[in-house]
């Protein structure tokens, strides 16, 4: 099965991720950034689901740290953020983020966008 | 002073101006009036010469005329026809008539004997004939020369007794005097001859006979008048000729005097002074008019002068005093204002701008160019290019307008800069004006609700995504029960947490907006904290309590639900955030007339660098994985309004690893000793915050704090009586900003603030709004003084009405801690007897009561002149319409809703009624 890394300091968001996930997917949690970045490392995941405000290091602290990885620079990235604003996109993007979701987001979204990023990285 | 000067100035002109006009008048009037006089002086001599001339050649006629007729030889036949006795008479008689008529002037004429008796005289005197008049000068004077000879004057003794001069000739016979013939000449008719001269230029001459006797007929006297010390007859008796000036009574005359020698007569002429120097007179007279004119265009010119200098001090100590106001509401504004000249250099700064400056920049180098300095400023914000800019634009077109912020580089402070050109009223450019005003606080409100915004919106979210998303995979088909039942529980917890926050973010935003309510209560405090206990026992099954209480009641006014509220905070953060089977201890003790409630956990503790924002919104300990304990983070920041509105405290001391003890400290209702003033001491040296707290601490109760910012946190939360403010202080505040914007703030604003530093600044201090000023060192004794000058007196007499016994207790609990003396009444009738009893300073007023209600009371207070001014304050449990209120605003100093109660805000208000009340009586 592929395999998902979810990363999320809010428990019941980890639970919804993994719920939509878990009949296709190996899942990964992690509760911050330095475990996703330590998971990430030893685990390979093959796509991140990542929170953008989490405390500690942000999504977007843990995205460009994952950018430098050689071996992680390339795993498609799907950001979770409360924020909803144009900038927060862009800064996601400009970070390396393949897709962006703002919360509240749909299972069925999120399930859909993996596959299609997992899809085209599969091509 | 300045007016004198004027003055001064002015007569100064004045005699610069009529010291050459006087001089040139006097000398043009000297000048032409010495000639004049010398012009003068030669006519009045030359008359006098000629005068004597005149007089010479008549007399000497006269003396020709008689000489002739004593040669004729009818006198000596007539001599001699006597002799032998024939008849003569008639013959002498009729030679004697002719002489005497040969010329007018003559009264009489007679012929005597060698021997001096009268011969014959005509007109015909018999009395005197045969008398003998060798006394006389003129016999004397013949006999003594032998030669015509002119007698001075005498009276004659002859018919009408004339005053007369004798013209005596002897009558020779062969060689013999054998006669001696003599006319008497007139004195009158010398004077005559003279007078003709003196007809013309008002000169009058005067001639004296040899013994300096008048020849002439003065009107007062019949007899002979002497000259002979009239100083210009003697100077001409002695055979002096002159001219002098004469000072008689008719006024100064100029007087020529000469002797005639051939009689031994003088011959004086004088004229008048005011006559002969008329012309002298006119010329002055036009002198003196003219230079009166000039004088007066002189005095004028001087007047104007003096006006026009008066007038420009006027308008220099208007332009001061305008300078003055400008320069004085310049500095009173809180922007900073510069107006720049065309070359860009500041030709007006105000206050604030030269503060920034020295806040800022501390001293620039003082021989910067204008561009230098540009440069050099806008090194010191944090987009140089930015503000370099914004000059240049400036300087392209002096029209523009432009606001642009800044913001500085080392203190994040922020400006908005706005600039604009000035035109002076003919609508030439003058410069630019313009205008630094700082948004730091703004700003940081924006960032803070920009924040709390994606905070707030992070926070909803979160759930919300809980809901909608699990909601959404309940809808799959395949699900069996069990995760089915798991989903929807998922949803019923974060639909719970979402309220929770939701009511949790209102009720702290209504707190922090003042509008927390809170309804006091006397209660028994280990009633709330068991009841809270016991809500927690059942679902904590992990975790035991350990509860230790004092068998006595811990009465305190408070509002029971808010209390509970914060027990149930507090114990649940124990339970959440310690490990299952730890121990919870809740435990009170009372001290000092306050009770300390702490709830201990064994829980993970706080890192030390996150105990400072434990209260802050939002603030969960940052730690591994404490998400999973849930909360909304809002806990503590409410539990915290809500202690602070009962007057209390809240704290914690924990070690991260081994545990926590939060704990609120509450005043005793009953027990407790009267609270003392609070005094903050915003002091960073800790030797010298030492030595204000072993100061103050035996009268006060001292907090120290050693920034600006905790100082303006302690200060908003729980306004102290006094502050003692340093002004050097670490951080980003001054002691200047922290006294500014206390005053700024109206919950601060009314503390007295004692600024106490080792600097100077006191106008500035008082400038800012501060009560006071110490310099450092100062002693014990003078701060002491200092604050007890400062807290308002207490001790005040107020008379609580209520008829609730409940709410008296509540309030007398209250306002006992104020020093106040309490009185209580259980109705309206019983309060005016209480009042009647004493006049109370304030009074707590219920409205609804038995008997007489609170509206009576307050219309027979306003019913008294001596009752109309003390203080009321309605405390009601009643909703007042519009009308009522409007009713009892006009009488009640203020209106406290039961609803609204609490006890800091009924302090408040008797602190204000009792303070108001002071102030209307002086």
């Known amino acids: 099965l592929p395999r998902v890394l979810v990363c999320d300091d809010e428990p019941v968001l980890r639970a919804l991720v993994r719920a939509s996930l878990e009949r296709d997917y190996e899942i990964l949690e992690a ?25 500690g290091k942000s999504g977007l602290d843990v995205l460009a740290e994952l950018r430098t990885e050689p071996r992680l620079t390339r795993t498609p990235v799907v950001m979770l953020t409360a924020r909803a604003q144009v900038a927060d996109r862009e800064a996601a993007a400009d970070a390396g983020a393949d897709r962006y979701l703002a919360k509240p987001f749909s299972p069925a979204e999120l399930v859909a966008a993996i596959a299609e990023l997992l899809e085209s990285r599969r091509r | 002073m300045r007016r004198r000067s004027v003055l001064w100035l002015a007569a100064a002109a004045l005699a610069l101006g009529a010291i050459p006009l006087g001089l040139l008048a006097y000398f043009s009037v000297s000048r032409s009036s010495g000639a004049l006089r010398a012009e003068v002086e030669q006519r009045v001599d030359a008359t006098a010469a000629i005068g004597a001339t005149l007089v010479q050649s008549d007399v000497s006629g006269l003396t020709g005329i ?14 001699d026809a006597r002799t032998r006795g024939r008849a003569w008479a008639q013959q002498l008689a009729g030679q004697l008539r002719e002489l005497r008529q040969a010329r007018p002037g003559i009264a009489t004429t007679f012929l005597a004997e060698p021997n001096g008796r009268l011969i014959a005289i005509d007109p015909l005197t018999p009395s005197i004939v045969g008398k003998d008049f060798s006394f006389r000068d003129w016999y004397r004077g013949v006999m003594r020369t032998g030669r015509p000879y002119v007698s001075r004057a005498y009276v004659s003794a002859a018919t009408g007794r004339p005053r007369v001069v004798a013209a005596a000739v002897p009558v020779r016979d062969g060689g013999r005097v054998v006669a001696i013939l003599v006319a008497a000449y007139r004195v009158g008719h010398i004077q005559s001859v003279v007078d003709r001269l003196s007809e013309s230029d008002h000169v009058r001459l005067m001639v004296t006979d040899q013994q300096g006797t008048l020849l002439g007929d003065p009107a007062r006297t019949a007899g002979l008048v002497s000259r002979r010390n009239d100083p210009r007859v003697a100077a001409a008796l002695a055979g002096h000729s002159g001219v002098l000036t004469l000072h008689g009574r008719s006024g100064t005359s100029l007087s020529a005097f000469r002797p005639i020698p051939s009689l031994g007569w003088t011959v004086s002429s004088s004229v008048p002074t005011r006559v002969a120097l008329a012309r002298i007179g006119g010329l002055r007279t036009t002198v003196v008019g003219v230079t009166a004119v000039l004088a007066l265009l002189l005095l004028l010119g001087a007047a104007a002068i003096a006006r026009a200098l008066q007038r420009r001090e006027q308008i220099e100590a208007e332009l001061g005093r305008q300078a003055t106001i400008t320069r004085a509401v310049l500095d009173g504004v809180r922007d900073a204002i510069v107006l720049l000249g065309s070359d860009g250099e500041p030709m007006l700064a105000n206050a604030r701008l030269r503060e920034h400056v020295a806040d800022l920049f501390g001293s620039l180098p003082p021989d910067l160019s204008r561009a230098e300095t540009d440069e050099l400023v806008a090194t010191y914000t944090t987009d140089p290019a930015a503000y370099l800019d914004v000059l240049r634009r400036e300087r392209d077109d002096p029209d523009a307008e432009l606001v642009s912020e800044h913001e500085v580089a080392s203190s994040r402070r922020s400006f908005v800069r706005s600039s604009a050109p000035v035109q002076d009223e003919s609508g030439a450019r003058l410069g630019r004006i313009v205008v630094l005003r700082e948004v730091t606080a703004e700003r940081a409100a924006e960032q803070l609700k920009t924040d709390l915004v994606a905070t707030v919106s992070h926070e909803l979210r979160t759930p919300l995504t809980g809901v909608l998303g699990f909601a959404e995979l309940l809808g799959q088909p395949d699900l069996d029960d069990a995760t089915r039942t798991r989903y929807a529980e998922t949803i019923h917890t974060e639909a719970r947490r979402l309220t929770k926050l939701v009511d949790d973010f209102l009720d702290l935003q209504r707190m922090e907006a003042g509008g927390l309510k809170i309804s006091l209560d006397v209660i028994d405090l280990r009633d709330v904290v068991r009841r809270a206990v016991d809500l927690f026992r059942p679902s904590a099954v992990h ?11 811990l009465e305190v006014a408070a509002d029971p639900a808010r209390l509970a509220q914060v027990f149930a905070n507090l114990i649940s953060n124990a339970i959440k955030y310690s490990p299952a089977g730890g121990v919870i201890h809740v435990g009170a003790v009372s001290v000092d007339g306050s009770v300390r409630i702490s709830v201990r956990d064994p829980g993970i503790g706080i890192p030390a660098d996150q105990q400072q924002r434990l209260f802050s919104k939002f603030f969960r300990v940052d730690s591994s994985d404490t998400r999973s304990i849930g909360g909304t983070g809002l806990g503590l920041a409410l539990a915290r309004e809500i202690v602070d509105a009962h007057g209390g405290r809240i704290g914690f001391s924990s070690v991260e690893g081994e545990g926590s003890t939060f704990w609120i400290e509450l005043a005793l209702g009953e027990t407790q000793a009267p609270v003392r003033p609070r005094v903050l001491v915003v002091e960073d040296d800790p030797g010298a915050a030492e030595l204000l707290v072993v100061y103050l601490q035996d009268e006060y109760d001292v907090e120290v704090v050693a920034t600006g910012t905790q100082a303006i946190e302690r200060a908003r939360k729980r306004p102290p009586s006094v502050v003692c403010l340093d002004i050097a202080l670490p951080g980003e505040l001054s002691g200047w900003q922290v006294l500014a914007r206390m005053k700024g703030d109206a919950r601060t604003a009314h503390v007295p603030v004692i600024v106490c530093t080792g600097a100077n600044g006191r106008r500035r201090a ?19 003084e200092t604050i007890a000058r400062l807290l308002p007196d207490r001790g005040g007499d107020v008379l609580v009405v209520d008829d609730d016994a409940t709410v008296r207790k509540l309030v007398e609990a209250t306002l006992g801690d104020e020093g106040h003396a309490i009185r209580e009444a259980a109705d309206g009738a019983e309060a005016l007897e209480k009042i009647a009893e004493r006049r109370p300073d304030a009074i707590v007023l219920d409205l609804v009561m038995p008997r007489l209600d609170g509206f009576a009371v307050l219309e027979r207070l306003q019913a008294s002149p001596d009752l109309r001014a003390i203080p009321v304050v309605v405390l009601t449990a009643r909703v007042l319409g519009a009308a009522e209120r409007q009713l009892i605003g006009a009488r009640a100093v203020s209106l406290l809703e039961k609803s609204d109660y609490s006890p800091a805000e009924l302090r408040r208000l008797i602190r204000q009624a009792l303070g108001q009340e002071a102030a209307t009586a002086a």
């Open chain 1, 31 to 55: 509760h911050d950034g330095t475990a996703a970045l330590r998971l990430a490392r030893d685990r390979q995941p093959d796509l991140i689901v990542l929170d953008m405000m989490m405390p």
């Open chain 2, 66 to 79: 008689v000489h002739s007729y004593a040669r004729r030889p009818y006198v000596l036949a007539a001599l």
């Open chain 2, 543 to 553: 975790h035991t309590f350990e509860v230790d209480l004092p068998g006595t009641p």
């Open chain 2, 766 to 784: 008082a400038a800012l709004g501060a009560a006071d000023f110490l310099t450092k060192p100062f002693t014990n004794e003078h701060l002491l």
